[in-house]
């Protein structure tokens, strides 16, 4: 089953159910598993095809880890290293710009 074809099921589960498919749905769906790019395709082909389409989806999904339940302790985790990578990337982007700057003649003006 193509990466693809998960989130078209995860989808279809999830409408199934209910409820509105949406990124982070099929994302808790499918155990984080499926690249951002790949999840945003599979979305946006579910909701472009016809309801009989939809209808010959298959819903048989290879089994996914349990989803890490959400404590205060483990979003404070996260959110640290979410931190630490925004402040690598400042950090990388800061040397980049003067990089740059150092490559770019001055204008007297």
Do not use: C
């Given at each position: 089953?193509?990466?693809?074809?998960?989130?078209?099921?995860?989808?279809?589960?999830?409408a199934?159910?209910g409820?509105?498919?949406?990124?982070?749905?099929?994302?808790?769906?499918?155990?984080?598993?499926i690249?951002?790019?790949?999840?945003?395709?599979?979305?946006?082909?579910?909701?472009?095809?016809?309801?009989?389409?939809?209808?010959?989806?298959?819903?048989?999904?290879?089994?996914?880890?349990?989803?890490?339940?959400?404590t205060?302790?483990?979003?404070?985790?996260?959110?640290?290293?979410?931190?630490?990578?925004?402040?690598?990337?400042?950090?990388?982007?800061?040397?980049?710009?003067?990089q740059?700057?150092?490559?770019?003649?001055?204008?007297?003006?």
């Open positions: 089953m193509s990466l693809i074809d998960k989130v078209l099921a995860a989808a279809k589960s999830i199934d159910e409820k509105q498919p949406s990124l982070a749905l099929i994302k808790a769906r499918t155990a984080n598993k690249p951002m790019p790949i999840l945003i395709q599979g979305l946006q082909t579910f909701r472009s095809l016809p309801e009989a389409e939809r209808a010959k989806i298959t819903l048989s999904v290879e089994p996914t880890e349990p989803t890490q339940e959400l205060l302790e483990n979003l404070a985790e996260r959110l640290a290293i979410l931190e630490q990578q925004v402040k690598h990337l400042q950090d990388k982007n800061q040397h980049l710009e003067q740059i700057d150092s490559l770019t003649p001055e204008e007297n003006g």
